[in-house]
């Protein structure tokens, strides 16, 4: 195979006119190194985040509160885990090995998303959790399927058909709840009181604060910024709670029927580079359960690599 | 079942996995996996990728075992990707299965498997294949050795895509449309 050679403006404008006419990379076609860093980042990130987003939930399906909850939950979850494996898929395709994207979530030096720092305290919090916390995931995710890059498209189209079951099981739940005795209704509201900031955090920084955005969209590998797919959350979700009677703690809220949307007060951006940095309610937990989870299955690993060995020994 | 050389690994090397949607269908390069070996892998991409209806059949083949070639690739070869010699060390004709991509749109698949060819080694066989499956053009070719390939057992095809299909919970349809009520935003 020609080598494909080092990037020169002609093959930079050569890539970017692939983009422009809808082109989707794919592994072995060239690509400028800060595009396949970029992806590297932002898919591992990805994946982390759906393997520890398994860890708030999963700890509550032994408390679910029916067999039929149960089984949803166990399979929300279970996506949960194939989803991180799409990506890390993805990631691998751009040249990484997922040992060692895993090494560095365990030892503490990769990003995941930091909603997944806050405790669930109540049932209703895995309602609200599949609701807005998917429902945030599935607007970031639907723009992710238009991404240039073919696996990371590949892998959020099979992911956003998934995520719909958990949105609305989610839903259903809380809706469950806001037409329910009192109790249950106070229950759902203060499940929202908690969840509904860390959600729209979760879809990342202002664009004034995120310098990589503008590049990524140039490339296609965002096809939207943080600030309109948090519009579109905020659109979709904040007239629904409403509708239940749920009140969203946002005292500034508001619909604007001169462009149409509904507006969010200040974000607490203190907080969220807080967690980001590692000091949110549970972040240095969720590393523990990794590490120990990865632990405990190093058994399971040696078993079958000595299984598959002494099988290929005998054949 | 064949050795799955790899980088040592404490999950095994990768396998490609391809997935059939249906009888007549054909199999799709969905993903991989890692596993220890093509048993393993093959129930690995069973967990991975088979969580949903619409799969009758998986194959697994070690990532290390395909070729992966791009149209923009082979552009770029040119000449020198038509030479005989071309990464082949010439061997004796053996039987390779031909994947092929060939559109842009927005897709939950990568490669479609379109046929086999026989050839002396996988650049030969992506020649054969350029030849034998010329339409519609190609934007991405994996050649992949058949012997390398393990499908899933035809005698657990009920226990392991069966039950997929009664959990009807995991379908969003199973939902309904969970709207209190009408949006209240205009247009
Ligand atoms: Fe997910
Ligand atoms: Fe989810």
């Known amino acids: 195979m020609a080598d494909l050679g080092a ?19 794919e592994p072995g076609d060239w690509m400028p190194e800060a595009y396949r860093h970029q992806l590297v980042r932002m898919i591992s990130q990805h994946a982390h985040s759906e393997v520890v987003g398994m860890l708030p939930e ?9 067999l039929r909850r149960k089984l949803i939950l166990l399979a929300k979850v279970q996506d949960e885990a194939g989803h991180g494996q799409y990506l ?44 807005l916390v998917d429902g945030a995931a599935i607007k ?50 203060d499940a929202l009181d908690r969840w509904w900031w860390p959600s729209l955090m979760m879809l990342g920084p202002h664009d004034s604060d995120s310098p990589n955005t503008p590049q990524l969209v140039r490339w296609g590998v965002k096809t939207k910024t943080n600030d309109q797919v948090r519009q579109e ?83 | 079942m064949s050795a799955a050389p790899g980088r040592p690994s404490g999950d095994g090397p990768r396998w490609e996995v391809f997935k059939q949607d249906a009888a007549g269908k054909p199999h799709q390069a969905v993903g991989s ?37 791009t149209a923009e690739q082979l552009a770029a070869a040119g000449d020198e990707g038509a030479a005989p010699a071309h990464g082949d060390t010439e061997g004796a004709p053996q039987r390779y299965l031909v994947f092929r991509k060939s559109s842009h749109r927005r897709a939950i698949t ?20 350029i030849v034998a499956f010329p339409e519609p053009p190609a934007l991405a070719w994996w050649i992949v050795p058949s012997e390398r390939v393990s499908a899933s057992p035809d005698y657990e095809a009920a226990a392991w895509f069966e039950p997929a299909r009664a959990k009807t919970y995991k379908q969003q349809s199973a939902y309904g449309t969970t709207a209190p009520t ?6």
């Open chain 1, 233 to 315: 959350f905020v659109d979709e979700h904040a007239p629904e709670l409403l509708e239940v009677g749920l009140e969203v703690p946002d005292p500034e809220l508001r619909f604007d029927p001169a462009d149409g949307h509904w507006h969010h007060g200040p974000i607490d951006w203190d907080e969220f580079w807080a967690v980001v940095r590692g000091d949110g309610p549970l972040n240095a937990e969720r590393l523990e359960a990794r590490r120990r989870a990865f632990e405990e299955g190093r058994w399971v690993r040696e078993a079958i690599a000595a299984h598959a060995a002494r099988r290929e020994a005998t054949a």
């Open chain 2, 33 to 69: 996996v890692h596993a220890a070996d093509a048993e393993h892998a093959l129930l690995m991409a069973r967990s991975v990728h088979a969580r949903r209806p619409a799969a009758v059949s998986l194959w697994v083949a070690p990532a290390d075992a395909v070729l992966s070639v």
């Open chain 1, 58 to 66: 999963g700890a509550w399906i032994p408390r679910a509160p029916s």
């Open chain 2, 182 to 187: 009408r949006r209240r935003r205009q247009g």
């Open chain 2, 110 to 129: 990568f490669v479609d498997h379109v046929g086999e060819v026989t050839a002396v080694g996988p650049w030969a066989a992506l020649r054969a294949a």
């Open chain 1, 88 to 131: 890390y898929h993805a990631a691998e395709t751009l040249g990484v090995h997922r040992d060692e994207l895993i090494a560095a979530l365990l030892e503490g030096r990769a990003k995941y998303s930091s909603v997944f720092n806050y405790p669930p305290l109540t049932w209703a919090d895995v309602g609200m959790i599949g609701w």
């Open chain 1, 140 to 189: 970031n995710q639907v723009m992710l399927a238009q991404c240039s890059y073919g696996p990371y498209s590949r892998a959020m189209v099979r992911i956003c058909a998934e995520e719909t079951f958990h949105h609305k099981q989610g839903k259903e739940m809380v809706l469950t709840y806001a037409r329910g005795t009192a109790h249950q209704r106070a229950m759902a509201q």
């Open chain 1, 7 to 25: 990037e020169s403006p002609e093959r930079l404008a050569a890539f970017e006119a692939r983009i422009a006419a809808g082109e989707k990379i």
